[in-house]
């Protein structure tokens, strides 16, 4: 492999002091690109997630390399250390745990860091859960998507940021765990109960399962086989057909106001103004988003009263 990946990739020019942000597989060693494999072979250390992880990927491709664990808890510190070496001329690898670093996974902070020093950082395109699930989906609402990963955990931020899912009317791509999964199922059946939804489990793996139905559905389907409880979930909520907006159908997640977001701009300033209600109080984060967004500050207060009905709140701070 290492001679068929230096073979196709070695011709490209590898900048020495550089990163590269190197996709990995999802689950299938067998998905790796033989420009990744170049890489991985030609740096000088490997910045990863999870040190026993990238042991094993790196062992599977006959490699052995300084690891620098650069994850959640240390990435801003461990960037120094990445720094360090870049500064000397080496080229660093930054790979995750399995897909494309950066997007859920760690890496950005470590980019960030890297890029603001003035040193260069190299994408090398791989696997994307998130991609894959999309591709047999078989969206055809056709207004691109938006990717969220995993939903907050805390039950006011999870509210605002699932109501913010289900009110916009293109794809919507989630993560979920195995343990979580049948609660999420349970909130999109309520909160959604019409739209389709694709769940797709274990991508790439042995076990891999993609079934497309609604989101009311959902839940019985789940209880339905234990096995389908089992493994890493990456979710399609379908786009709304036709181009209108998905907020009707959100009940159940707060009362809706007299206009919902219905036109991308609002729901972008909708998004943007459920973040900022996770730290401000209402009039404020109406008036921030209005000078955000160019919205009337009377119709973006209206859904931060809403958004605040969903999360069981007063209105106190109002």
Known sequence: MLSAAALAAGAQDFPPGALYVVATPIGNLADITLR?????ALVDAVACEDTRQSAH??????????????????????????LERLQRGERVAYVSDAGTPAVSDPGAALVQAVRKAGCRCLPLPGASSALAALSVAGDVSKQGFRFIGFLPFKGSERAAALRAAVIDACSVVLFESPHRVEALAEELAQACPARRLTVARELTKQFEAVHTLTAGEWPAWLAADPNRRRGEFVLVLHGAVGGSSAAPEARHLGSPSRAEPSTPEEQAAHRVLAILLQDLPVKQAATLGAEISGLPKKRLYQWALDLKDAQ???VADA
Not at 36 to 40: I, N, S
Not at 71 to 77: D, G, I, K, L, P
Request: hydrophobic share 45%; glycine share 8%.
């Open 36 to 40: 990744a494999v170049h890489t991985l």
């Open 312 to 314: 069981g709140e007063g």
């Open 57 to 82: 990927l790196l062992t599977a491709l006959g490699l052995h390399k300084p690891l620098l664990a650069v994850h959640e808890h240390n990435e801003r510190e461990a960037a120094q250390r990445v």
